[in-house]
Every structure is written in C-alpha cells, then in structure tokens.
C-alpha cells in the first residue's frame, strides 16, 4: 500500500480534526483555539485562527457545502463560524448546558448539528430565522453521564451517541419545520424527537469512545474502553436487534471507528494505528493493521560505529534509542475520519492524535 | 441535645446528580448468568479439586472458570476465588502454558481468558485468600490511625501471601503473553465481577 501522507502540525495533542470537502483546508482543535491551515503544494501551512474559546475546544468540525465551521469547548459553548470579507466571524449558539461541551457533529443536511456534553444532555441546534441565531433542544431522557461521542444516520434525523455509562443508544432528533419526515427503516417508523430508537450495552461495558453508522444506515458499530467493537443490526423497531456482534481484541482500546462499505470497519486508538475489521451479519473479526510497520521503523536503523554504541551505552544505559514508536503515530489517535469516499466505499482516511499529527492514508 | 457538625456531612450523598449515586447495576448486561449461593460454589470446589486429583488440570481450571459466579452474592465470591487460587497454585510452571493454551483457546476461549485475568487481579488485590480458604480473613491493623497498616505489609512479603503473589504473578505473564492487553483492560472496564 502507498506510503501515508503525514503533516505533523505542532506537538500539542488534536482533540479533532476535520477537512474542507476540497481538502485544501484543514482545520484542528488546539488548545482553546481552532487553527486553520491551508495546502501549499503538499504541505499544510497555517492561515487562520478562530479564537473565542475560553476553554478547550473539543470538537470541530466544516459542514461540507455550507462551508460553515463549528466548534465546541469545555467553556460550555459551542460556535458556529461564517467566512466573511473580513475574516472568519462566530456566532454564539444557545447551548443551555452547564457541563463542558464533548463532541460536536454537522447532521448530513447541515440544518442541524449535534453538541454532547457532561451536563448528561445533546443539544440539538438548528438555526432560528425570526430571531436570526442558533438556538437547541435537548436530548435527555436515559442518558446517566457524558455523551463522549455522536454520529449521525445519513437521513438526518437519527442520531447515535456514547456515553460514559458505557451505552450506546440511538436516538430521533427530528425537529418539525427543519427536517423532513425520514422514510421507515429498522430503527423506527414513527420518529417525534427523543424516541430511543435502541439503546445498547456490551457484556465488559466500557466506557464508549466512538460510534458509526454504516453507510446504509442500517447497521450501528461502536467501540469503548474494553478494547472491543461492537456491531448492532437492527430488526424492527420496538423489537431485540437482528444481531449484536461483539469482536473483543488483545490490543489497548480503540477511540474512533468508521465505516468502509458494510463489510468492514476501521477502528484506531491507544495502539497508535488504525486496524481493520471485517464481518457481516453472522460474524466480525479483527483482519489486521491498516500500516505495513517493516517499512519506516525498521529501515531507520542505522550503521552502528562501536564508538556510538559505547557512547550510548555511556549516556543512555542502552545502545540504540527506542524512544520512537514503529508506527507512523507516535501517540493515542483520537479521531478517524472519512477523508475521501464513492458510495461508502473508502479510498483515503484521515486520522489525527495526541502526538500533534494528521495522517492521510490511502486504503 | 446533639450539635450537628455541619463539615462532616457527606453532601455527594444527597445531590442525585453525584456520581456516588450512579446507579452501577445499569452496566451490568442481561446476559447476566442467575445468582448462585455459596454452598453451588463449594460443590463446585469440590468437583475442581477431583478433577485436578485425577491428573486433569486443564479440565479443573476451565470448569472453575466457566462456573465463575458473575451474579452470586459475596460469599459465593470469595468461595469460588478460593477454588481458582487452589487450582493456579496445583499447576506446576512447566504445564501453564500449555493448560493456559488449552483453556484460552475454542469455544468461549476469550470468555474464560478474561474470567481468568479478573481472578488473578482479585487474587492480587485480597492479600489473605490463602490456600483453600482455610485462613480466616484478617483485620487490617492501622495503628497509626492512617488507614494504612505496615504490618500487614511486611506479612505479605514474607509468608505464604507472597508465594501465593508470585504464583498469580507468573500466571499473569502468560496470560498477557497469550491474550494481550486488552484483558487487562476489560479486567478494569467489567461490571461482572468474579
């Protein structure tokens, strides 16, 4: 496989990441800010800072047509940035939460977007024209602790979130005069706002670090804390889903998972590198490692003088240096990202981590 | 009459909010095997110990694990603990790694890998659970009235708590070796405790 694209930014951990559909802006979570940088041939130089964050920010995230950035913060505020002549200008979005907010997604209509946060709530937002800002309603009902992650069914109007009460659970966001209504699926036929559409829970819990819808929508991976993924089909609504598949792993727990196609899943985490999984209704198993590890790590040994080895050994205690990992992330990913797709099939993926770098890698 | 010293009152208690009032069995699953009493778990013992007289270790160790009981009461717990202690410490060195083999691997092989793993932390943690069960539970001596006892401390690296540590020490090696990580992991995440 070819060679991953690799931009180490800065060394400060990415809470998040996201891509501007033409890929040519690339905007991250650092610290309290959001920086935006631009591709100047094939590297990515910074252009812009989005400063309002008290806090720091937690999630990011371009919707892809509008253009619109939104971020939100441990300062309990999420904005929502509009480019104008005269530089990037935010808009305060009326969260109501008193916890910090965690995630923050676009829905695929860009009406809406979803903030988890740990005041044990999402808030949906969507824009209010008479009074011109962004105002949300909450999503409360069985939710006992942080919402850690969302994801959002093509349609819009589903929404999957995480939590740190090591529960999965799907649920309707469907707001009257912004979306319109879903067509009947698996997950329900009758959708006013709040409906649990599926609330899931794994036999070694776990806190939940990412969730996925599949392309379809008709199926719901996530992953948590006991290093394991978990694969929901659901049957009806109402009913036990068709299949619960849970693939536990000998590897450090995953933080993110996506999709590519309905037959495979990437998952990345504290392992520092992305691992694929693959299955289908009767049964998912891990296949392997996205990264060909013989490649970099290896290939950096370097000739060894007998003077160098007895001066590391003097200065160091050991001969050679194995301060650097073998993958191509030097530390947690936190966040998996489709980067380029064609009917849910992946061809490139981007990850970004704690060690300060974006990865785009070609599948 | 009783002055009430406001300082002392544990507030978390009566915030609903707090996570002391979490409620924990939210996360156990409904596969959730049915409670067993401590008498299930000693006929369960006694059904090891035949089987590990009768030359048969890797059979002892996968039926005691296999009839861990996730939803018994404490009592039942501790029973069955001393169970899995008896038959780690009846394995000789040279055979755990080919029992450990045989039981982590097959059908519900992961299951009896993790059940394994949550005993040896649990063995690790209780500092008394001798063999069989046969010493009593001791008091933890605090005579500085830190919580912290020294005495204890100092028994454990020099009795029969310390052969008993590095018997679950060696079996923690290979586990790890065999099922990686992410057992220990799931080892802090499981509500099913053994």
Known sequence: ?363 | MSQLNYRTINIDVLDPDSSINFPMDTLLPATLPPPTTSSAAASVASEVRQLLRGGDPEGALRHVLDTAPLGGDDRAKEVHLAAVTEVLQGIRQGEMSRVLEGVCTGDGGAERADCLMKYLYKGMASPVSGAGGAQSPRKSVSPQGTGFSQIQGRNLGEGGGGQQMSVLLSWHEKLVELVGTGSIVRVMTDRRTV
């Open chain 1, 1 to 363: 496989m070819p060679t991953p694209e690799v931009h180490h930014l800065f060394h400060n951990p990415i809470a998040d990441h996201s891509f501007s559909p033409d890929k040519s802006t690339l905007a991250v979570a650092r610290d309290s800010n959001v920086e935006l940088y631009q591709k100047s041939g094939n590297k990515f130089s910074l252009t812009d800072e989005l400063k309002g964050h008290e806090k720091i920010v937690t999630g990011v995230d371009i919707a892809p047509n509008s253009g619109r950035i939104v971020t939100c913060s441990q300062d309990r505020n999420a904005y929502v940035w509009e480019r104008t002549p005269s530089g990037w200008k935010p808009t305060l979005v009326l969260l109501r939460i008193n916890r910090a907010a965690t995630f923050v997604r676009w829905s695929p209509s860009e009406q809406k977007f979803a903030v988890g946060s740990g005041a044990r709530v999402i808030a949906v937002c969507y824009f209010e024209e008479e009074n011109d800002w962004w105002i949300s309603k909450h999503l409360k009902k069985p939710i006992r602790s942080t919402i850690t992650t969302l994801a959002w069914h093509p349609n819009s109007v589903l929404l999957a979130a995480g939590s740190t009460d090591s529960h999965a659970r799907v649920f309707s966001s469907f707001i009257k005069g912004v979306d319109t209504r879903p067509e009947p699926s698996a997950w329900g036929e009758r959708l006013p706002f709040n409906t649990i559409c599926g609330e899931f829970l794994n036999d070694s819990a776990g806190w939940i670090h990412g969730v996925s819808f599949s392309p379809s929508g008709n199926a719901l991976a996530f992953t948590g804390h006991d290093s394991s993924i978990t694969v929901v089909y659901p049957s009806a609504p109402e009913q036990p889903p068709r299949a619960m598949l849970n693939v536990t792993t000998r590897l450090l727990p995953f933080n993110s998972l996506i999709w590519n196609g309905e037959n495979e899943i990437i998952a990345a985490g504290h392992d520092c590198e992305p691992y694929r999984f693959g299955g289908d209704e009767s049964g998912w198993q891990l296949t392997g490692t996205i990264e060909n590890k013989t490649g970099p790590g290896a290939g950096s040994a370097r000739e060894e003088s007998a003077l160098h080895m007895f001066r590391q050994m003097d200065l160091k205690g050991q001969t050679q240096a194995d301060t650097q990992l073998k993958s191509t992330h030097q530390n947690t990913i936190s966040t998996v990202r489709v980067y380029e797709e064609t009917n849910g099939v992946l061809s490139k993926f981007s990850t970004s981590g704690v060690d300060g770098r974006v990865v785009v890698w070609t599948i």
